[in-house]
């Protein structure tokens, strides 16, 4: 099996900013030509072809759809990669900003309503991330800008993780 990029899979520009619709009609065709069921009256050889298709269809979707995994895709198909476990170099401001956060996320845990109104806010920050990206990446093809940019919202992410967490030891 000669590996695809997922973008070329499912006849997708090789971009940020997907039309998400077009993604999903795409990978419904593509599943429905390698489905491991359409094979089960083939030759093992086929089967274990198939099953490979699948997976790789699989896997570029969960990829492509979500905008923090669609952009790092990106950035690694243009030989960046974030190493944000280990790369967490960040602005004073923006790691100032981040205790910030999680401070008002353990002062809001008993109080639903202040929950949601970090989770907006944290909505619209995200928002103009999203935005950050989209624009580094597919108009100024920063990619610099744009990885860094992206191990923000990895930090972001985990907020919204932790509120929801939050919400959910309210909820039960």
């Known amino acids: ?13 090789e971009r940020f900013e997907l039309d998400m619709p077009q993604l999903e009609q795409a990978y419904r065709n593509v599943q429905a030509q390698v489905h491991p069921d359409r094979f089960v009256s083939k030759t093992e050889v086929e089967r274990r072809v198939a099953m490979q298709w699948a997976t790789h269809a699989n896997e570029a979707y969960r990829t492509l759809r979500n905008p923090l995994s669609r952009a790092r895709y990106l950035l690694s198909r243009r030989g960046i990669e974030i190493d944000a476990e280990r790369n967490t170099a960040m ?48 108009v100024e093809r920063d990619d610099a800008q744009a990885a860094e940019t992206l191990r923000r919202m990895m930090f972001v992410e985990k907020l919204r993780v932790d509120i929801n967490d939050a919400r959910a030891v309210l909820e039960s």
């Open 1 to 13: 099996m000669q590996v695809i990029d997922y973008f070329s899979l499912f006849g997708m520009p």
């Open 91 to 138: 602005s004073s401001i923006f790691l100032t900003e981040q205790m910030r956060w999680r401070e008002a996320v353990e002062d809001a845990a008993g109080n639903a309503g202040e929950l949601e109104r970090l989770s907006d806010s944290l909505r619209e920050e995200e928002r103009e991330m999203f935005a950050k990206v989209q624009r580094a990446l597919d």
